[in-house]
């Protein structure tokens, strides 16, 4: 089946620590994106990627990072330089064109410890 | 700041009654209209698009864009409890513009 896979489902940092959310898609999507949603919020755009090798900044780009070697995977790093990271992470692909709709992977949850 | 902004919630319809989810945007560029649902704890689904002026119909949803007027909207006919969620509303912009612009949502409960 086709479809975006995110993981993990839930995720703990310590202080200090970066950690790495994986986003991996198997639709041949050209462009991917990451969104933060906090409670009882809509959708904020962290980073996308267009093509391979190339991404841009979203809305709140600080403290995370991405790369995008492949087509399939976008991977996100929440740094330590993000104090405050506990949200669900949505990561959403599309074929890149303004009138095509983005799908959603299951989201991963991050907490502190 | 270009924005989409959804009609404050909650919004709560009797079941069988007729829900309706109003959006409106800013940015007069945009051509491509996309409405989610998403469940509580779960990842949006995207449930209906609409890039023409006037109504488009799937099953018991119904998407009506009017651009002279900017605004969007979402109709649920014979509302299910199963229809309870937030609603998000996202708009596009061509140019070569890839990003879509999400509403903060309309959280809607079907009361049996």
């Known amino acids: 089946d086709g479809g975006i896979t995110q993981s993990p489902k839930y995720l703990f940092r310590k202080e200090g620590q970066n950690v790495t959310l994986s986003c991996e898609q198997n639709l041949n999507h050209d462009a991917m994106y990451w969104y933060r949603q906090d409670p009882g919020q809509g959708l904020r755009l962290i980073y996308y990627s267009q093509i391979v090798n190339d991404f841009q900044k979203g809305d709140i780009a600080e403290g995370y990072s991405v790369s995008r070697e492949k087509k399939e995977s976008f991977p996100l790093t929440v740094t330590s330089a993000q104090k405050n990271p506990t949200a669900f992470y949505l990561c959403?692909?599309?074929?890149?064109?303004?009138?095509?709709?983005?799908?959603f992977g299951d989201g991963t949850r991050l907490s502190i410890l | 700041q270009k924005e989409v902004e959804q009609n404050s919630g909650p919004l709560s319809v009797p079941e069988g009654a007729i829900a309706s989810l109003n959006c409106t945007y800013s940015d007069r560029g945009s051509q491509s209209f996309f409405w989610y649902r998403q469940y509580s704890g779960k990842s949006p689904e995207l449930i209906m698009s609409?890039?023409?002026?006037g109504d488009k119909e799937d099953g018991r949803f119904t998407a009506q864009l009017n651009k002279a007027s900017q605004y969007v909207s979402l109709l649920i006919r014979d509302s299910q409890p199963s229809d309870s969620a937030t609603y998000l509303c996202a708009g596009g912009v061509n140019f070569g513009n890839e990003k879509l612009t999400f509403g903060t949502g309309t959280r809607l409960t079907i009361i049996p």
């Open positions: 609409i890039y023409s002026n």
């Open positions: 959403a692909s599309s074929m890149g064109a303004y009138n095509q709709p983005q799908h």
